[in-house]
């Protein structure tokens, strides 16, 4: 404990030097300002942001990208109450109470709840944060190849179950296009091309920043410019530092949203929307106020700021640990440690433990840091939402353009973020999510590795996928997850337990 507490210390005081504070001050504030403007998400940013700082030292760009992760996530809610537009997905849930409020004059109040809000639910994911993910990390140990394999199915397969839960096929397809996309190019194992049709570019594979790029960038911009908005701005007038009583008053609900939205962020490509919907959903059934729910209620504000903004420092649990991403904003955080030469997965805490709490450091600053955004330039961050949508496109595509470019400089790479780019609007179109796509392309190879080299180490008996104890855990898991999602299995499920509870059988 105390070599953590060590280490926690060591990792703050990392970034407390000149560069590191004006890395962490401006990142902080220009994810606050991308967050705050409709069209321009956290994932779009942080993946804009990986082509800007490849020659950074590796620490520098991490905390940058990580700054604008945490002040993206937050500044959603400056439109979410002041337009009723969520500026990003995961504020959708903010609208519902923080509009009303600003309607009814109570838009400074709105924005200090949320601020707060935002700041403790990303305590409570640090904590769990600084006490899980070591204790992960000594258990992914255990893991081999059989065990790699099914936890990238079960990464795919739920994020694609919990990102379209009215239609859960729609996420599961969406998840197999992305491992289809990872089988393009050169193998692991034996180096052999595949998929490529011809095309030389292809068989190095396809890169996953353009990917990433396209998908969540160009598609927006297709987005809006289909779908033109002018919302009407309600402005800020009364009081935005919050009273300790409004602190206080909700603290079961703080800490209740916390510890959901940190599940939702450990659950492999949820995400943060999923969190502060599940976080809403829950305070308004523990509430005793349930009425004004969507009506103006503090509550609910308090409980959908607290999810999300929970579900940064919880993504990073199995980020670090396994590699796997629990947000699309952490699967190209992956992506950037790689480019820079961190190895996240079950041998970071033994080759490189200072990284973990230098990532808490991160996260305690960067909580810091938007809290005194968040209350001191309010008025200047309103004056942000005035800027149309439509004006911003224009630069955001030249960044994509200029970001696919930038990493390997190829042409190519920028076709491969316009095919994302429109590939990504039309499934956006038919509703299909866009994270289960990319996880998919970020986890295809470690499934596809996994598989074939534990069927080798097999001699090609797949018993060993079904027999070893993690292993079996697993796939009953996965099994249980596909099964849940067919409408007859749930009808079924709920006439048993209707069946055999007292109403039932009365």
């Given at each position: 404990m105390f070599e953590g507490f060590t280490l926690l210390g060591a990792g703050i005081a990392h970034f407390m030097t000149p560069e590191g504070l004006f890395n962490l001050a401006w990142a902080s504030l220009l994810g606050v300002v991308i967050g705050a403007l409709p069209g321009l998400t956290a994932t779009m940013g942080v993946a804009l942001l990986v082509t800007l700082t490849y020659k950074m030292p590796p620490d520098q760009a991490i905390l940058c990208l990580m700054a604008l992760y945490v002040g993206a996530i937050y500044g959603g809610s400056r439109s979410a109450i002041l337009l009723a537009i969520p500026g990003t997905p995961a504020s959708a849930a903010t609208t519902l109470d923080g509009y009303p409020l600003?309607?009814?004059?109570?838009?400074?109040?709105?924005?200090?709840?949320?601020?707060?809000?935002?700041?403790?639910?990303?305590?409570?994911?640090?904590?769990?944060?600084?006490?899980?993910?070591?204790?992960?990390?000594?258990?992914?140990?255990?893991?081999?190849?059989?065990e790699f394999f099914w936890l990238a199915l079960f990464g795919v397969l739920i994020s694609g179950r919990l990102t379209a839960i009215d239609d859960p096929l729609k996420g599961y397809v969406a998840g197999i296009l992305g491992l289809l996309v990872a089988m393009i190019g050169m193998e692991g194992l034996h180096a052999f091309q595949r998929f490529t049709f011809g095309i030389p570019s292809l068989g190095g594979g396809v890169d996953l920043i353009p990917a990433m790029v396209g998908a969540f960038g160009f598609a927006e911009i297709l987005g809006v410019m289909k779908d033109r908005i002018t919302p009407k701005l309600v402005t800020s007038d009364d009081r935005v530092l919050p009273r300790l009583s409004d602190l206080t008053r909700y603290w079961r609900t703080t800490i209740r949203s916390g510890i959901i939205g940190t599940i939702a962020g450990i659950i492999p490509g949820v995400g943060e929307d999923i969190g502060s919907w599940a976080s809403y959903a829950a305070a308004r059934r523990k509430s005793k106020e349930a009425d004004q729910f969507g009506k103006g209620s503090v509550e609910g504000l308090v409980a959908a700021e607290t999810g999300n903004s929970a579900v940064i420092p919880g993504a990073m649990i199995p980020t670090l640990t396994l590699a796997l991403p629990g947000s699309a904003s952490a699967a190209v955080l992956i992506a950037a440690m790689f480019i820079h030469g961190i190895r996240p997965g079950p041998m970071l805490m033994q080759e490189n433990p200072q990284f973990l709490y230098q990532i808490v450091g991160i996260l305690l600053l960067s909580t810091i840091a938007i809290t005194i955004y968040g209350l001191s330039l309010t008025k200047l961050l309103v004056r942000v939402l005035l800027v149309p949508r439509e004006k911003?496109?224009?630069?955001?595509?030249?960044?994509?353009?200029?970001?696919?470019?930038?990493?390997?400089?190829?042409?190519?790479?920028?076709?491969v973020m316009v095919a994302f780019g429109l590939i990504g609007f039309v499934l956006r179109q038919m509703r299909y999510p866009m994270a289960p796509l990319v996880l998919g392309i970020i986890l295809g190879d470690l499934l596809d590795v996994n598989l074939r080299r534990g069927l080798l180490i097999s001699d090609g008996d797949v018993t060993p996928f079904f027999t070893r104890p993690i292993s079996a855990v697993l796939f009953a898991v996965i099994m249980i997850t596909v099964l849940m999602s067919m409408p007859a299995v749930n009808r079924g499920v709920a006439n048993v337990f209707k069946r055999f509870s007292p109403n039932g059988a009365s």
């Open positions: 600003a309607r009814a004059g109570k838009a400074g109040m709105a924005m200090g709840i949320a601020t707060t809000s935002s700041a403790l639910g990303t305590l409570v994911g640090i904590a769990f944060l600084s006490l899980i993910a070591p204790l992960l990390a000594e258990f992914a140990l255990r893991f081999g190849s059989y911003l496109m224009p630069v955001v595509y030249v960044l994509c353009v200029v970001g696919s470019f930038a990493i390997t400089q190829r042409m190519f790479d920028v076709y």
